[in-house]
């Protein structure tokens, strides 16, 4: 790599967007809900896209309960307790989904919700 090439990588760096934590919470929730929405539209065709949407959300879910069961968390606690019960939600529906006895709606619905809330609190 040459120097004009090293100088253009370097400037185009700074040009990507800061996120906050709280914006990166809120785009890794859209993009889910987002493939979620869009796999369950054709299940049949897009089956296995749709499975790895709702793995993906209860991962992700997963990940948020841990993040909130560590001591050290300042999230208050009855919020980190909601979204404590939001995770264990999500993976008993997610659960239901697979076995054809619920569909996506609820999940979608949490975190459409969960997304307005970081909007909320981001402005």
Known sequence: MN????????YSNT??????????????????THRIREASKDKKLSYSAYVKALYDNRRLWTLLATNVAEKDNQLPKEL????????????????????????????????TAIMRGLQREGQ
Request: proline share 3%; hydrophobic share 45%; net charge positive.
């Open 15 to 32: 040009a990507a967007p800061i996120r906050t934590p709280r914006g990166t919470e809120y785009e890794a929730i859209a993009r889910i």
């Open 3 to 10: 120097a004009l090439q090293m100088a253009r990588t370097a």
């Open 80 to 111: 980190r307790a909601q979204i404590f019960y939001l995770a264990q939600f999500t993976a008993k529906h997610t659960s239901d989904i697979l076995a054809k006895k619920a569909d996506e709606t609820a999940l979608i619905d949490i975190n």
